[in-house]
């Protein structure tokens, strides 16, 4: 049986937990990928390009973009705008690549809606909470604030770990990895209703 058609590994958990992280370090090792760059409203941060991390608009723009319903999935996070645009998944998708998303347990919710039946989901988190304050704080990226609507929200976000098909703890980074290749590489065998419904169509009638 084709296993051409592409499918969708969605990565969620706290920020601070790795996620980003573990994509740079497993995506050379998991065949041809396209990773769903997200849209925002929030500032550029330092260090971060237009286009590559996030395609950064304004307000303004994003909203447009809603009303257009160009978006898989939207929502607010901190006070700004996060989406996913449909047409690049799409495309991806046809062109037989694993799409990663990396999302919050919301996106994942929308994902999961519209193409369960080739998404495979994962949720990547630290060992501890105090691990996880561990981690922000060190970052230097965000003010007091940020950092603890973080923290409130990645407590929420672990009360929902049953929602996804595997938990990654990253405590050992390589063993993190290691994991998450094996299961991008099973994310792909991953075959639609729709195809397994005309193997046994065909099965039966051969």
Not at 2 to 7: K, L, R
Not at 121 to 141: A, D, Q, Y
Not at 146 to 153: D, F
Request: no cysteine; glycine share 6%; proline share 2%.
């Amino acid at each position: 049986m084709s296993h051409n058609s592409g499918a969708i590994l969605v990565l969620s958990g706290p920020s601070g937990a790795g996620k980003s992280s573990l994509i740079s370090k497993i995506v050379d090792h998991i065949g041809p990928t396209y990773f769903s760059i997200s849209t925002t409203t929030r500032a550029m941060r330092v260090g971060e390009v237009n286009g590559v991390h996030y395609h950064f608009v304004s307000v303004e723009e994003f909203k447009r973009e809603i009303e257009e319903e160009m978006f898989l999935e939207y929502a607010v996070v901190h006070g700004n705008y996060y989406g996913t645009s449909l047409g690049p998944v799409k495309k991806a998708l046809k062109e037989g690549k694993l799409v990663i998303f990396d999302i919050d347990v919301q996106g994942h919710d929308a994902v999961q809606n519209r193409f369960g039946d080739i998404t495979t989901s994962v949720f990547i988190t630290t060992p501890t909470l105090g691990e996880l304050k561990h981690r922000l704080h060190n970052r230097l990226t965000d003010s007091q604030d940020v950092i603890n609507n973080r923290i409130e929200m990645a407590k929420r976000e672990v009360q929902r770990i049953s929602e996804y098909d595997f938990l990654v703890v990253n405590d050992n980074f390589d063993e993190a990895a290691e994991i998450l290749i094996s299961i991008a590489k099973a994310a792909r065998m991953k075959i639609p209703t729709l195809q397994i419904n005309e193997f046994i169509q065909t099965w039966e009638t051969s």
